[in-house]
């Protein structure tokens, strides 16, 4: 199983990004898919999932500004940031459950810039 993530990059306070994690590889029954970053020095924290069920969950901070869309036939989540603050800087990672185990991608790097 192979995850790609895409659109990190670099922002202003309060501009917007959005992360797109696409799943492949091998056919697989997926339970949820979510999004975690981590900073230098940091432990990995979640920062919202979605079931296969569309239940969803975020961390406090980003609640209200940030969005989890998932779409199980296609195998991909995707995270819209909107009202980003120079705290959200961080490397997000997206992470699938399916089957029975967790799959990451490769980080992506989000910059927000005052």
């Known amino acids: 199983v192979q995850l790609q993530a895409s659109g990190g990059g670099l922002a202003q306070v309060g501009g917007s990004l959005r992360l797109t994690c696409s799943a492949s590889?091998?056919?697989?029954?997926?339970?949820?898919m979510g999004w975690y970053r981590q900073g230098p020095g940091s432990e990995r924290e979640l920062v919202a999932f979605?079931?296969?069920?569309?239940?969803?969950m975020y961390t406090e901070s980003v609640k209200g500004r940030f969005t989890i869309s998932g779409d199980n036939a296609k195998k991909t989540v995707v995270l819209q940031m909107n009202s980003l603050k120079p705290e959200d800087t961080d490397v997000y990672y997206c992470?699938?459950?399916?089957?029975?185990?967790?799959?990451w991608g490769q980080g992506t790097l989000v910059t927000v810039s005052s």
């Open positions: 992470r699938v459950l399916a089957a029975g185990s967790a799959y």
């Open positions: 590889g091998s056919t697989l029954s997926i339970n949820g």
């Open positions: 979605i079931t296969s069920g569309g239940n969803t």
